[in-house]
C-alpha cells in the first residue's frame, strides 16, 4: 500500500510539472496564456486563447506548433508585435476550414502589429542581381542586433506549414518605406514550406508579399488591405500558386504589384486562378493624388505567367486592369514574352491594359487574351472566410 501511495504521488507531480501558465489556466477547458520571447526549444500549443506580446522569434532548429482553433491576439504596450520564424526554424499552425487559427489585436486597427514574418534560404535575385538583401521590416536579430538578411542556395528550404490561418489588422509601419510589414511577409522561403487556406484581412500595408524565393501558395484571400493585395519582388518564382482572391474595400492601391528589382530575370512566377475585385467607393492609400489604382501593375522588370483571370471593379478615371509602368519593363517583359495574361475576363468597361505616359504597350496576341467565361478563383468558403458574420468571397 505505502508502495502504491508512493506512485501515485510522483504520478500527480508529474502531471502537475507537465501544465505551464502558457498552456492552461485556472483548469479551464480553453487553455490561455502568453506567447513571448524568443523559442529555443520546440513548443506545442494546444487549442486556446493567447496573447502575443512583442516580437517572437523561432530560432533556427526550432518548430512551434499551434493547434486548430485557436485564437492569438497581440496587445502590446511597447515595441512591437509579430511572429516571426528564423531562417532554419519552423512554424507548424494548421488549422481547419471549421476551425480556423485567427491572429488579430485587441484593438481591431489595420497597422497594429506585424503579421506572420518567415524567413529562409531559398535563392533571391535582389537589385543589381545580389543574392543576399537586408529586411525591409525593421526588426532585428535578438543575438547579433543587426537587421535581419535573406536569400541563398537552399529552393527546397521548409519554413513549416500554414494552413486555414488568417491575419487580422497587421502591417504595422515603422517608417514609411524603410520598415514596412505585411500581414505575412515571405522573405526566400522555399518549396518545402505549405502555404494553404489562408486569409489577410484589413491590413495596413500588402496582404501578402513575397521577397524572392521559391515556395507556392494556393487558396489565398487578400481582403481590405491598404496597400496591394498582393505584391513580390525580388525574383520570387513560385510555380504552383491557384486560387488567389483579393477584394479591395474602403482603402487600396494595386491588385497585385509585380516587380524584379530591375532585373531581366529569365525565369517568373505561374498562378492560375485569380479574382481581383473593387469594390465602389474605394480610394488609393496615397489619397486622389496617388495613381495607384490599377488591377495589375508590372514595374522594375516584372514578370509571370498568370491564366484564369476575372477582374471587377475598376473603373477609377485612369485606371487600367493591366499597367506597365515603366519603358524597361515593356521592352524586357512585354516584348521579350516573359508577361502572359490569358483566359482574362475584364468587367465594368475597364480598360485592358496601358503604358506610363509615353510607353506603348502591344502583347502578342498568344500573351494576352480574353475569355468571357473565365471562372478566377474557386475557394470554398467555410468559417475560415467568414468574419463578423461577413462572409469575405462574397
Not at 143 to 158: D, E, F, L, R, V
Not at 269 to 280: D, E, G, V
Request: hydrophobic residues 35%; contains cysteine.
Amino acid at each position: 500500500m505505502k508502495k502504491l501511495l508512493l506512485s501515485l504521488s510522483v504520478l500527480a507531480a508529474l502531471t502537475t510539472a507537465c501544465t505551464s501558465d502558457d498552456e492552461s489556466s485556472n483548469n479551464t477547458n480553453t487553455p490561455t496564456g502568453v506567447i513571448s520571447g524568443d523559442f529555443g526549444a520546440n513548443r506545442t500549443y494546444e487549442k486556446g486563447n493567447y496573447t502575443l506580446k512583442g516580437t517572437v522569434r523561432v530560432k533556427s532548429g526550432i518548430t512551434l506548433t499551434i493547434a486548430a482553433g485557436s485564437v492569438i491576439t497581440a496587445d502590446v504596450t511597447d515595441g512591437v508585435d509579430a511572429l516571426v520564424v528564423e531562417n532554419g526554424g519552423k512554424l507548424i499552425m494548421e488549422g481547419t476550414a471549421a476551425e480556423p487559427i485567427v491572429c488579430t489585436h485587441t484593438t481591431k486597427v489595420p497597422g497594429s502589429w506585424g503579421g506572420i514574418i518567415i524567413y529562409g534560404d531559398a535563392p533571391i535575385v535582389g537589385a543589381s542581381s545580389v543574392s543576399s538583401a537586408t529586411s525591409e521590416d525593421g526588426l532585428t536579430s535578438s543575438i547579433t542586433g543587426t537587421a535581419y538578411t535573406y536569400g541563398g542556395s537552399n529552393p527546397t528550404h521548409n519554413g513549416g506549414t500554414l494552413r486555414y490561418v488568417r491575419v487580422e489588422y497587421a502591417g504595422k509601419k515603422i517608417t514609411d518605406g524603410t520598415s514596412e510589414m505585411n500581414g505575412f511577409s515571405f522573405y526566400s522561403v522555399g518549396s518545402g514550406t505549405v502555404l494553404e487556406n489562408l486569409v489577410s484581412y484589413k491590413g495596413a500595408d500588402d496582404g501578402y508579399e513575397f521577397y524572392g524565393g521559391t515556395v507556392s501558395a494556393t487558396n489565398l484571400i487578400s481582403y481590405g488591405n491598404s496597400d496591394d493585395a498582393f505584391d513580390w519582388q525580388d525574383g520570387w518564382r513560385g510555380q504552383l500558386n491557384s486560387n488567389w482572391f483579393a477584394s479591395q474595400v474602403g482603402t487600396g492601391n494595386f491588385g497585385m504589384e509585380v516587380e524584379a528589382k530591375s532585373v531581366n530575370n529569365d525565369f517568373w512566377p505561374k498562378i492560375t486562378n485569380i479574382t481581383l475585385k473593387r469594390a465602389p467607393g474605394t480610394v488609393t492609400e496615397g489619397g486622389t493624388s496617388a495613381a495607384e489604382y490599377d488591377a495589375i501593375q508590372f514595374k522594375k522588370q516584372g514578370n509571370g505567367d498568370f491564366s484564369n483571370i476575372v477582374i471587377s471593379g475598376y473603373t477609377t478615371a485612369g485606371a487600367t486592369a493591366v499597367r506597365i509602368q515603366d519603358a524597361a519593363t515593356n521592352t524586357g517583359q512585354v516584348e521579350g514574352r516573359k508577361i502572359k495574361l490569358t483566359n482574362v475576363q475584364i468587367n465594368d468597361g475597364t480598360p485592358q491594359y496601358a503604358g506610363a505616359s509615353g510607353i506603348s504597350v502591344l502583347f502578342n496576341e498568344a500573351d494576352y487574351t480574353l475569355s468571357s467565361s473565365a471562372t478566377g478563383a474557386s475557394i470554398t468558403p467555410g468559417a475560415w472566410t467568414i468574419v463578423e458574420g461577413v462572409n469575405l468571397l462574397n
